[in-house]
């Protein structure tokens, strides 16, 4: 089918404002990813047709049919629809004079029901805009739960009518108008996306104890975290005015964010404000709870009652999970499977994170390794809503959280939406470079601002053959190299580079095909490498001198000389170790290499 | 001085709101660029201080003085400030630990009064953020008026509640509602930079006609034209009624525009159509008026009136330059230096414009060594107001008019305002490159959409590399290759390709400074070039594997076989020859390299 500027998308047999508004996206996507004229001739042009039988209904599933006249799509749902669009974005490619998409049948649901996307918003602020665009990109791969982290010890980041110094004191300015929250809210649901609050509690509340130190377990008073980690502040659990005050602050957040489920974090609670409050304790006693779990469950149990006065699900991290919990929370696990495995078995709906934690800047191979139900037994699986990947801000800024996001977010989405049998990494990488690239075109600025960070820099073009060759180490590589607080920039080497090198990854194929030219154009340019960036440039210098030596051996078919094989393992040994926050990913090929001339030199 | 995330600007002592909001956006761009902690610490930071003793004056002079304890900006009038602040964003650059600006002591002004840039947003059509964009550059580089061709055959871009026809029927829906332009010509003015509107009469109108035939000397109908070129359509000059309605126009179009100049064209007139007329001729025999030349004079004249009625210096191009014309006029010269001084001579003001062409897309190292006092004899220097670059849009979208402007209007810029005697080359080319860096900043898109221009194409990273080593042909390359009109979707690879390729001048450099390792990783990379642009991928390769070899030959010091370096020099030839509307711009490092081999081996 072609695809041309005339390209036109009509639901009108989908009676939906979400299906009708996300054909007018797709017509402004296409056009803006095929760079066509703002003028278009009066020619009849191929498009998509949409339709709908309940345009209501929760069903996601869809059928698409592309073929030279153009693409049919039929759903139940209007969110149907929606998925099958953004399938049908994927489709389009360059042809031979133009553009095209591949004749194609495609029948498509989802395997689970739940696949989020956490944002913390706390760490560090991310206005507006940063949510909505990453909104997009959330459609764009059919995930449709924004979890929203809008609550931690570095800020309450949405304005509260109810207790206005909630954010005018603990949040440095930074949150969000309820007409904002309204405009996400309403942006997210006709992308068929639901938003999920979260008011961290009883722990993880020094931004609220600023405005209102009554809440606390110890007198105050408080200044908003600048560091991250765990802190002593929690929530008073035994007196009636802190429920109070959940009770009318839920209330107001109830009805601002209308999702039936609400999380309440309950993660790493630290007890030593209750272990020192008399008063605490002597209200632990009264009520027999032994421990500060048995209090921390008290609170829960009080907390999902005025939540279920609201109409609200409760949700919380794995800690909440405790005996006495009504059966009717659901469980988000971080700490691992095996726990979430336990709720389920206990009958608890559960959603995994554990292994889909992104500002860990792991590969996206190791958490498309990571499957929901991995672990859970036969009879539990039902009660597994899903998934959801977590991006924990410390690290990140509105100018680098896309790029700590996305890609690797496609992987894990593909994880919650497509069989559990599709697992092939190579594929899933190609794939993933491709969607990476579309995302452009739905407004990220994961690969649009890279160029600009570095520039900032310095270092011109070799500050990016080296920033191209290394790999931003996450938040365990980080937190030794500074004194990290909120306050620190996010401006420099390690910020810009990427979680995931592409273009090393790029290089590992072509050792794979003995793609030798290929290899002596990237070991070349390291060799040449020369910017200020000491001493990592030089450590790319010697990984491509290596892989030029190399590469010589290979084609001459000469053998190595003794030893120098494992020689050069203990260089790249060396200079693999992190440096300035960053780990030379290049040197992964260059091992390769080495590991093809030991084979054959034991083959001889 | 250190620029930190607490830099402030103050420009309290400059009583003028030009200078206030100046200050505002010099934080946000520092703070941009450094990539700054949305939240910073209350310690004391370094900041610069602005002062104007006449702030309404139109003197652009400043003086800046940057030290350790701060920058100290003093000048004249507000715009000297406006000024001053664009040279302080220029000197941030990284530093040890963060970013700095050098110490300084700068006393600058500006060589010309008049240093423009025309754009224009008739042949593509350009939604007001480009305009605005490419405003905010405009500053950055210290040019003060937009010359803003606005009418044209293929669109009139403004809305008329007089005439409304003109808007609505002769630009596809794509015009500035009065709105817009008001805010255009704000945002300009808070920018020290002067609109001038041009409508260009009596030729090239036909889109004016599509909505008033009655203006033309031919009955119509008529269309928008989608072809560019010298038209048949003009204006009837013999009918009252075609001043009546130009009297209208200019009246309400002159209080939208309150910049006292007036553009009204005046270009390639096709007198056909006059020709033709009966009634045109009578009129013409009536009026003594002997040649078509004369009658455009006649008409000029009538308009001039017109102008000067509602308050107007008249501008034109070169043909408005006749005798009979007031001597208030100034005449734009876009045929060249030599009827610039001709018109100098007789007394009226005078742009230069030949030699500025943008949209030729040459080196700006060719705009560079273009003066617009060349030519003019001393005692009518003082009569060349300055110089204007000119963006015909014939082959720019909104997505590609940045990256034809920018970065060699910054060299133009300088040209405009610095001395005369600043001619350095290399320099430029250096300072060229970092501005336009900087100009990210700023919020052009001519950098961060290149790779997606590429993406859309396929090819994956072998076509960033191809596109790297080409240069996009201008105007004329464009002509014979397909038949464009405006309906033509402008997203191949001359569109994402650069008029000048910074990486080719770089390795140029290399060449220069026989930097072997950096040519050898180029050309590496070039002779492994492999994408489905052929044959131009298949010359890259080839100019690659020709510079891979000489480079061994000047490294083992053998001289070249009998013939080589001719043989390789008439291969050089036959792929530098224009390919896909692109030159090669590889070639040219190759060529000077095989010219070294040929020097050595004469002294051999």
């Not at 942006?187 to 609050?197: F, L, S, T, W």
Request: with cysteine.
């Amino acid at each position: 089918m072609a695809i041309t500027a005339g390209f036109h998308a009509s639901a009108a047999a989908c009676q939906d404002s979400r299906a009708q508004d996300a054909a007018r996206r797709l017509e402004a996507r296409i056009h803006r990813q095929g760079g066509f004229s703002a003028v278009t001739s009066h020619d009849p042009q191929t498009g998509l047709t949409a339709a709908c039988s309940e345009p209501a209904a929760e069903d996601e599933s869809y059928q698409l049919d592309v073929g030279p006249d153009g693409a049919k799509l039929t759903a139940r749902s209007a969110i149907g629809v929606l998925r099958g669009m953004e399938t049908f974005a994927q489709l389009m490619e360059p042809s031979a004079d133009g553009f095209s998409a591949a004749a194609i049948h495609v029948e498509d649901h989802p395997r689970f029901a739940w696949r989020g996307l956490m944002l913390d918003v706390s760490r560090h602020w991310m206005p507006v805009e940063v949510v909505l665009r990453n909104l997009d990109a959330m459609a764009a791969v059919k995930l449709n739960v924004l979890h929203w982290h809008l609550s931690d010890d570095q800020g309450f980041r949405v304005e509260s009518k109810v207790y206005p110094k909630l954010h005018e004191l603990g949040s440095d300015g930074h949150y969000y108008t309820q007409q904002q929250v309204r405009e996400v809210v309403a942006y997210a649901a006709a992308r068929g996306i639901r938003v999920v609050p979260e008011f961290d509690i009883p722990g993880h509340t020094t931004s609220w104890f600023v405005g209102y130190p009554e809440l606390a377990s110890a007198p105050g008073p408080y200044q908003i975290e600048r560091r991250w980690g765990i802190f002593e502040p929690a929530m008073d659990p035994s007196r009636e005015s802190t429920y109070q005050f959940l009770d009318g602050l839920l209330g107001e957040m109830a009805v601002l964010f209308p999702d039936r489920y609400f999380h309440i974090g309950g993660d790493e609670v630290e007890d030593k404000q209750w272990k020192a409050s008399p008063a605490i304790q002597t209200f632990a006693r009264q009520h027999r709870l032994a421990t500060s779990e048995q209090i921390q469950t008290y609170f829960n149990q009080r907390v999902q009652a005025l939540l279920q006065k609201h109409g609200k699900v409760m949700v919380g991290w794995d800690e909440v999970f405790a005996p006495g919990l009504a059966k009717d929370a659901v469980i988000q696990s971080w700490r691992g499977a095996a726990s979430l495995a336990a709720a389920a078995k206990q009958g608890y709906r559960g959603i995994l994170s554990s292994g889909y934690y992104l500002d860990h800047l792991k590969p996206a191979s190791l958490h498309y390794a990571v499957d929901p139900l991995a672990g859970v037994p036969e009879e539990a699986a039902s009660r597994i809503l899903g998934g959801e990947a977590c991006m924990w801000s410390e690290y990140v800024s509105p100018e680098t959280v896309d790029s700590r996001i996305w890609p690797r977010m496609a992987a894990i989405a593909e994880r919650f939406w497509s069989a559990r049998e599709v697992t092939d990494v190579n594929s899933m990488y190609m794939r993933m470079e491709a969607v990476s690239r579309g995302l452009d075109w739905v407004g990220l600025q994961h690969r649009t601002n890279y160029q600009g960070m570095l520039d900032r820099l310095g270092g011109g073009a070799g500050l990016r053959i080296l920033a191209d060759a290394v790999e931003a180490l996450g938040i365990e590589g980080r937190r030794d190299e500074r004194k990290y607080t909120s306050l620190v920039d996010l401006n420099r080497l390690v910020d810009a580079a990427r979680p995931e090198s592409e273009s090393v990854f790029h290089l590992e194929q072509a050792v794979r095909r003995s793609d030798l030219p290929t290899l002596r154009a990237a070991f070349s340019a390291w060799a040449a490498n020369d910017t200020p960036f000491q001493p990592l440039s030089k450590s790319l210098a010697t990984a491509g001198g290596i892989g030029l030596r190399a590469l010589a051996m290979l084609e001459s078919g000469k053998p190595a000389p003794e030893n120098w094989i494992a020689e050069q393992q203990h260089i790249l040994n060396t200079i693999s170790k992190p440096q300035s926050e960053v780990v030379l990913a290049a040197v992964r090929p260059v091992r390769m290499l080495l590991e093809n001339l030991g084979t054959r030199a034991e083959r001889h």
